[in-house]
T-cell receptor, first 115, second 113 residues
Framework: AQSVAQPEDQVNVAEGNPLTVKCTYS??????LFWYVQYPNRGLQFLLK??????LVKGSYGFEAEFNKSQTSFHLKKPSALVSDSALYFC?????????????FGQGTTLQVKP | EAQVTQNPRYLITVTGKKLTVTCSQN?????MSWYRQDPGLGLRQIYY???????DKGDVPEGYKVSRKEKRNFPLILESPSPNQTSLYFC????????????FGPGTRLTVL
């Protein structure tokens, strides 16, 4: 069965420092991977996705993610964190080969960026 | 503006009182889905729909119903709400391709007393 794990409940980083939010996955077949961000009292916003091709994917707000097939990881990164990046981040994989269209989510990681 | 809307945003109700949470999208998406978000569990799919009049169960469908009479609307119905349905609910829509990202509504926070 497909699954996604985000091993850290919370990540703390100082403003201006690089940040990494970790995600590992387990799928059968080629993975379709996504990162979403949820700000307080808001819905989930799409950040980026990996479908195929270049292992380094660039997304919104300066975020990028690195797909590593051998380590089955899809870590979210940003070179220089902003206080406004503080939010809840979800990694997700599309359910395959089933045709439910379902996104399977990790449990979420709270990112706290301190001034 | 392309968006998914949900109403109401907040709802407090009592056990057994039927309620409906509406969801509407203006992007002409075929696929729509309902998720619930609970602390430590991420989001779990309740029901989904591939097209008008086509709906199917997700991972946690018990106690919920849906309908898809029009392409843009996908209401979530709780016939007899119970306290374990207290949660944050999200509607999402997308094109049908597996590679397409889903667009989420702002969420509905439901409390069942």
């Amino acid at each position: 069965a497909q699954s996604v794990a985000q091993p850290e409940d919370q990540v703390n980083v100082a403003e201006g420092n690089p940040l990494t939010v970790k995600c590992t996955y387990s799928v059968s077949g080629n993975p379709y991977l996504f990162w979403y961000v949820q700000y307080p009292n808001r819905g989930l916003q799409f950040l980026l996705k990996y479908i195929t091709g270049d292992n380094l994917v660039k997304g919104s707000y300066g975020f990028e993610a690195e797909f590593n097939k051998s380590q089955t990881s899809f870590h979210l990164k940003k070179p220089s964190a902003l206080v406004s990046d503080s939010a809840l981040y979800f990694c997700a994989v599309r359910d395959q080969p089933g045709n439910t269209g379902k996104l399977i989510f990790g449990q979420g990681t709270t990112l706290q960026v301190k001034p | 503006e392309a968006q998914v809307t949900q109403n109401p945003r907040y709802l407090i109700t009592v056990t057994g009182k039927k309620l409906t949470v509406t969801c509407s999208q203006n992007m002409n998406h075929e696929y729509m889905s309902w998720y619930r978000q609970d602390p430590g569990l991420g989001l779990r799919q309740i029901y989904y729909s591939m097209n008008v009049e086509v709906t199917d169960k997700g991972d946690v469908p018990e106690g919920y119903k849906v309908s898809r009479k029009e392409k843009r609307n996908f209401p979530l119905i709780l016939e007899s709400p119970s306290p374990n349905q207290t949660s944050l609910y999200f509607c999402a829509s997308s094109q049908l391709r597996q590679s397409d990202e889903q667009f989420f509504g702002p969420g509905t926070r439901l409390t069942v007393l």
